[in-house]
């Protein structure tokens, strides 16, 4: 199995544009989460989806972040509009049930707002 | 509600020597304990975990951890250190109980010293 996929692994743009982070989940997860990383504030869990079915997004920073899973292969985080201080690590991690399934996680999305 | 504290922001250790890492825990019911292990640049990997049984839990790269629910901690330990263990180690915890989240800790930076 290829792990889980992250793409793009950088992406550097300037305030005020839209970003869209891209994960694929390891084949036959059924939970698949999304995590930023930063320095002030270490890895902290946005939101997380079971069957393709947003089950806790208490951790989404604000409006202006989004999160979609169309199918059980894809997932997307956007943000719009990116401001300097979403510059983070941004992960996407993936497990099976029964809920003590380890998480495995991707490479991540470094993000650099201008 | 869970947490989990890593009380040492950095750790050194002479190669050979033993080392360990620290992290106690807080769940209303019994936990599941994890390690895991980012390198430079890269994704979390998983290093081990504790569900339920033997209190030791054997993972990857020679490396152990002790469950102690007396105390709450799930100390990550390594008989031998290798310079290549040097990496930030984070220990996460889930409640029994309910949801899928998973707690990480802030943190721990292990140097090796040749």
């Known amino acids: 199995d290829a792990g889980v996929i992250q793409s793009p692994r950088h992406e550097v743009t300037e305030m005020g544009q839209e970003v869209t982070l891209r994960c694929k989940p390891i084949?036959?997860?059924?939970?698949l989460f999304w995590y930023r990383q930063t320095m002030m504030r270490g890895l902290e869990l946005l939101i997380y989806?079971?069957?393709?079915?947003?089950?806790?997004d208490s951790g989404m920073p604000e409006d202006r972040f989004s999160a979609k899973m169309p199918n059980a292969s894809f997932s997307t985080l956007k943000i719009q509009p990116s401001e300097p201080r979403d510059s983070a690590v941004y992960f996407c991690?993936?497990?099976?049930?029964?809920?003590?399934?380890?998480?495995?996680f991707g490479p991540g999305t470094r993000l650099l707002v201008l | 509600a869970q947490s989990v504290a890593q009380p040492e922001d950095q750790v050194n250790v002479a190669e050979g020597n033993p080392l360990t890492v620290k992290c106690t825990y807080s769940?209303?019911?019994?936990?599941?304990l994890f390690w895991y292990v980012q390198y430079p640049n890269r994704g979390l990997q998983f290093l081990l975990k504790?569900?339920?049984?033997?209190?030791l839990v054997k993972g990857s790269y020679g490396f152990e951890a002790e469950f102690n629910k007396s105390q709450t901690s799930f100390h990550l330990k390594k008989p031998s250190a290798l310079v290549s263990d040097s990496a930030l180690y984070f220990c996460?915890?889930?409640?029994?109980?309910?949801?899928?989240?998973?707690?990480f800790g802030t943190g721990t930076r292990l140097t090796i010293i040749p």
């Open positions: 991690a993936s497990s099976s049930t029964p809920q003590q399934e380890t998480q495995y």
């Open positions: 084949s036959g997860h059924d939970y």
């Open positions: 989806f079971n069957n393709n079915v947003p089950i806790d």
């Open positions: 769940v209303s019911g019994n936990p599941y």
């Open positions: 504790y569900i339920t049984g033997d209190n």
């Open positions: 996460a915890v889930r409640d029994h109980f309910g949801n899928e989240k998973l707690t």
